[in-house]
């Protein structure tokens, strides 16, 4: 795996570069992992935005709940959010403790408020909870990035055990259902509430049946909840990503064969860096998409989302 490209990163979000020569392309030989993932077992390593992402002052003084904010799209989120001047709490599974840690004390070092609460989100009394220990440490909530997600790849409905559909329809869809319920309360007007749907909200993959179908539950719900507290003042809108290089596809999201070309079908024939979905999630936290909402931006490498 040496020979693997490095992953290359542009000096900042607003350098023009080629889409398609930026960042590594497949075939890919990352090793599998058990669930949930760790960015340390990944080759090559995803760029969240580490050396490049700028902030701007746009999220200053605002307060936002990342869940699943340890890795992969989250991590990028977290870095976009506490570098544009948010305060962050995120959540994570105890599993992860690592990622976590590396992602605190990287941006506590650039002086950035973060801090972690560590927890099942299967569990709703854990949920509630979050939210009251999220808004006590920061003082409120702004925003709630409900992104953490499970996949796991089953080629046949035969072989889709009770006990896998349950906690994949727990984690995606019923956690932002308590998550939101209980941070509405404590939302003021301008507050905005980002949910993770997935290109499989709009094509599914054969191989993902319980995960696509929680993914075309979250678009339903993105859009009621919008029509419901608009009256109120708070934005409710979803991101649909396509293929990430992130620890949920080798811990079980893809099988070997799909993991090595991953992100290949799409026009840019390469899957997506977490840094280059931040700035998405970053729009929909801020007055700058204040007259969207019930909306979803694809970010997918050029396959339409329809
Ligand atoms: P990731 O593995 O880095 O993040 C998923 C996170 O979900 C984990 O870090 C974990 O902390 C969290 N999580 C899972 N089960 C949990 C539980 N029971 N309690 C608490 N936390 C739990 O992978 P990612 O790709 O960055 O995933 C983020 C979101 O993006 C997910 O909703 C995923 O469905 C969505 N998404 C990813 C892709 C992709 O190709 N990577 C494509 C479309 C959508
Ligand atoms: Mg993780």
Request: hydrophobic share 35%; aromatic share 8%; proline share 9%.
């Amino acid at each position: 795996m040496t020979d693997m490209p490095k992953t290359d990163t542009p000096k900042n979000q607003y350098q023009m570069r080629d889409p398609r020569s930026l960042y590594p392309k497949p075939p890919f030989d990352t090793p599998m992992q058990p669930e949930p993932g760790l960015t340390s077992e990944m080759t090559p390593q995803p760029d969240h935005g580490e050396t490049s992402y700028k902030g701007l002052g746009r999220m200053q003084g605002r307060r936002a709940l990342i869940t699943g904010g340890d890795s992969g799209i989250g991590r990028a989120v977290a870095i976009a959010f506490a570098r544009e001047g948010a305060h962050v709490v995120i959540n994570y599974l105890p599993a992860e403790q690592s990622d976590a840690d590396s992602l605190l004390q990287d941006l506590r070092a650039e002086g950035l408020k973060i801090d972690a609460i560590p927890g099942d989100l299967m569990d709703e009394a854990f949920c509630s909870g979050l939210v009251d220990d999220a808004a006590g440490l920061m003082g409120g909530i702004d925003v709630l990035v409900n992104n953490a997600g499970k996949q796991v790849t089953q080629a046949s409905i035969r072989d889709l055990t009770t006990e896998q559909f349950d906690a994949t329809y727990k984690t995606n869809v019923y956690a932002m259902f308590w998550l939101s319920k209980a941070a509405l309360p404590r939302m003021k007007p301008g507050a905005s509430i980002i949910n993770v749907t997935s290109i499989q909200g709009y094509d599914p993959s054969p191989n993902l049946l319980d995960y696509a179908s929680t993914k075309f539950a979250i678009l339903g719900f993105t859009k009621a909840l919008a029509g419901q507290v608009a009256k109120d003042g708070i934005r409710v809108n979803a991101v649909a990503p396509g293929p990430f290089w992130t620890p949920l596809q080798p811990s079980q999201g893809q099988p070997a064969e799909k993991l090595a070309k991953f992100g290949e079908q799409t026009p840019l024939g390469r899957p997506g860096q977490p840094a280059e979905i931040a700035p998405s999630f970053v729009f929909l936290a801020t007055q700058e998409s204040g007259y969207m909402t019930g909306e979803t931006i694809g970010v997918t490498g050029g396959n339409p989302i329809h």
